[in-house]
């Protein structure tokens, strides 16, 4: 395989990496909308990586989104190197043509719980808003594959129109959802017209945009856009960003001036990342996304398992990933650092959050609660208050464990020593 990449040298083929250099130098880099008309499709691919049989595949075969990425999100990837996590973030591969028995298009049952096209209604005092189709980068993992990049499922303004309506008349929203697609593919008046409709409605008071453009194209972070996002962060509205960084290499200066621009508009910038199977799916390499994110200013928000939808396989991990994961990081980074670990519930259940578990148990004689740390590891005793009634509440932990646990166990009146030699 790469020795027949290596030998197409023969033939007059410039090689990814030049062809590469002609396409960044064959416009203004710093201008979004020649990013987006440059943006790289399917059929040019093999212009601009050494393809693997499975990426081949992939391209011919797959049940999933279109193929785009801007020249910048390219320009992250390893034209060599299959195992780039942005590689595969943008090159379809073979497991992507599989639709396997316990994948569904919709499995979070998203078209059920839409009162009007373009709308997800399923919490009491939020809703989701379908604003477009399109976005920067189409990535092989995006869960909304049933609709991103197709162009029937485009929203009109009367579409929107509707949404709005719909809005207007459930006072118990107090927070709209902006997603699609990305909503900063949209042009800066359709944007300002969104924002000042939802402005105008007086129940709600937080808008948040769901965008990857601030990874994938940073450049659409104009000042521009940035004067019509803080026109409407107003006393009537709050405007929050959610983003999805998946790994450090998106961490780039480009992003950080992005996001540096959002925060001065006003807008507080939280990440939602998704583990994905051999791109981010280990303890170190959260790890140092997360130190990275909050080097730019980035709060950690959510980690996303990836969902039920077809293709997916390819990117799925067990859910004791999530778990350890995130008992790794705790004590490692600063607790805004740390995402909640959720998963969206399939049939339309919603998210619950998962974590590790550092509580033992209660041991009701000494009415004492044992946890694990999460720093040393070592045995931590804290007494339940004196005439609490919730005895009943906490899970007993047994005599043959507490007598083994109570010999290496710390509590207010017996402490560790400094981290240093002793622990990590
Ligand atoms: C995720 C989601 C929201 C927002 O949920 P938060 O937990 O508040 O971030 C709202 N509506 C739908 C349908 C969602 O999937
Ligand atoms: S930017 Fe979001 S909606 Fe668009 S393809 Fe990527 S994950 Fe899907």
Redesign the pocket.
Known sequence: MERLGKNRGIADLESPADSRKSLYSSFVWTDYKAQLQRRVKAEDLPKYFHLTESEKIGIQETIRLNVGTTPYYLSLSDPEDPNCPIRKMIVPRREESFFSPEETLDP?H?ED?SPVKGL?H??PD???LFSNHECSVYCRHCMRGRKVSDSTERMETADLELCFDYIRNHPEIS?V?ISGGDPLNLSDSKIDWILENLEKISHVKICRLGTRNPVTLPMRITTDLCKIVESHNTDRLSIFCNTQFNHEKECTSEAKEAILKLLKAGVSVGNQCVILKGINDDEETMLRLHRKLLELRIRA??MYDPELIPGSRGFRTPLAKGIQIIEYMRGKVAGMGIPQF?N?LPGGG??VSLGPNWYLGFHKPSRNHVFRSAVRGTYHLSPEPVGSEYEEFYPEISEETWSKLLQNSYSAFKGLGPLGESGK
């Open positions: 979070l998203e719980l997800t399923m919490y939020r809703v989701l927070d959802v928000y959510y959720v969206d919603g998210k």
